[in-house]
C-alpha cells in the first residue's frame, strides 16, 4: 500500500539566490565564492570596509556587472544565462546609487516617467499618474516640474527612490544612500527607505548606518575582501560580533 504524503509546508523560493559568486577584473579576484538566499519581505543590510566588494555584489543582481563564475537567480530568472533575461531582471529591481544619477536635463516628474513609458509601455497619463503617487509616497509631489539641479541632496535621492518605485520593482537595491549627503538630510532619506521597509518590500542596503541596520534589518552581512566574512540578525551581530574583522570594522565605525 502507498499512501500519499501530507503536503509538508515548503520555504518559499528565494527571489534572490547566490550560488558560489565569484568575479575578477582583470587578475584582482573582487568577489570570492559568495552564496546568499534572501527571501521575499527581508531586509538585508551589507557592511564592510572600503573596498570590500559590496558595491560589485549588489552591481551584479542588477547585471550591471557580470561574473565569471557561479549562478545568480532574481524571482527565479537565471541572470547569468544573459540574453533578454537582463531586461526581465532589470524591471524587477530598482537601484538607488549614492550620487542619485537623475538625469540632470529632464523634470523630476520626467525622471521618473520614463523608463514606465519606455520599458512598460505606459501612456504618459498613466505614467506621470504612477509618478505622482510615489512622489507623493516620498513626500516631494510639488517639486515635481523642477529639475533635479533645483532640489536639495535629500530631496534628489527621495526622487531616485521615488523613481526605482515607478517600475513596481519586487527588490530594491541601495548603495549607501545616504553617503553623499549633507547630516541633516540623511534622516529623511532613511525615514523613507524605513516606511519602504515597513511596507514590506525586500531591500538590499549597502549602508554604514547602524541605526537603521539595528532597526530594519533582519540580517546583517560583513563583507571582506570579497567574501561575506560574518551573517546574523542584527542583534547579534553587533552583540556577539564572531570574526576579527567584524570586530575591528565595528569598532571604528561605532
Ligand atoms: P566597496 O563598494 O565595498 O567599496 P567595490 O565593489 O566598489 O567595493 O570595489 C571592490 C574592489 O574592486 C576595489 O578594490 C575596487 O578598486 C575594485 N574595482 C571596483 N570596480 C572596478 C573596476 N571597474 N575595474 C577594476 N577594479 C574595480
Ligand atoms: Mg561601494
Redesign the pocket.
Known sequence: MTSIAPASPRPADPIIRLEQVSKW??Q?Q?LTDISLSVQAGERIVIC??????????IRCINRLETVQQGRIEVDGIDLTAGGRNVDAVRQEVGMVFQQFNLFPHLTILQNCTLAPMRSRGMSAPEAEAVAMKYLTRVRIPDQAHKYPSQLSGGQQQRVAIARALCMTPKVMLFDEPTSALDPEMVKEVLDTMISLADDGMTMLC?THEMGFARSVADRVIF?AD?RIIEQAPPAEFFGQPQHAKTRQFLGQIL
Not at 564592510?48 to 566588494?53: A, D, K, N, R, V
Open positions: 577584473y582583470g584582482f573582487v564592510g570596509p572600503s573596498g570590500s566588494g559590496k558595491s560589485t555584489l549597502v563583507m570579497g
